[in-house]
């Protein structure tokens, strides 16, 4: 009777060990501990249900190939550092431009800040080989290490100096001089990798626009 009893329970107690694994419901993981202000929670790719954006491969051989030219902007003259420091590790080259608001009053004649000082003198003795008499070197502000090439009234006499310029092998550029508050942009040569939207995002440039990129040397 006793042996019969024991059996009895242990098939009870089994068959309840059995169905507490069934029918039992896990409870919930806890939370995350809440993070400090101002910390962002680390998020791996995908973990959003977001599909990351495929990167663009471009081969060595063309890394170095020029396909895109824009400028982004306006920006502050204070932060127009930090902005250059976000482009700059992504394109070929970051060409500092300053650009004056309002309504349009003369046009300039330069030729883009060079990498340094010695660069720029080199370009002024060149163009001075070249015939050139009415030349400055612009040495601070926002297009240090520029050199300027004359002011002109209208915009097709600026343009005619810059067609002059480039039979002699200078690459010119003209831009309006405006009446208005000086504005500072950034202008860049990119290749076929580069992400304009994203770059415009990270530089916090409140618009860009797209030019004509330099003929190949």
């Not at 059995?18 to 501990?33: E, Q």
């Not at 306006?74 to 300053?98: H, K, M, Q």
């Not at 039979?167 to 992400?195: T, Y």
Request: net charge negative.
């Amino acid at each position: 009777m006793l042996t019969r009893s024991l059996i009895v329970f242990l098939l009870v107690l089994n068959l309840g060990v059995a169905a507490w694994w069934i029918f039992h419901v896990p409870a919930a993981p806890p939370p995350d501990a809440p993070l400090p202000l101002g910390v962002a929670r680390i998020q791996l790719p995908g973990e959003n249900g977001a599909t990351p954006a495929p990167a663009i491969e471009v081969d060595d051989a063309d890394a170095g190939v020029v396909s895109q030219c824009m400028g982004f902007g306006p920006f502050e003259v204070e932060a127009l550092a930090a902005a250059r420091a976000v482009l700059e590790p992504r394109v070929i080259r970051v060409v500092p431009r300053r650009q004056e608001a309002g309504a349009t009053r003369g046009w300039r004649v330069y030729l883009p800040p060079f990498a340094s000082l010695d660069a720029v003198e080199q370009a002024a003795r060149d163009v001075a080989a070249a015939g050139v008499s009415d030349y400055f070197i612009v040495r601070d502000g926002i297009e240090a290490n520029s050199l300027a090439l004359g002011r002109y009234g209208t915009e097709d006499a600026a343009e005619r100096r810059v067609s002059e310029l480039g039979l002699k092998g200078f690459d010119a550029r003209a831009m309006p001089i405006g009446s208005g508050a000086v504005e500072a942009w950034l202008d860049v040569e990119a290749n076929d990798a580069f992400d304009a939207d994203r770059a415009q995002a990270d530089s916090g440039a409140a618009t860009r626009h797209a030019f004509d990129c330099p003929s190949p040397d």
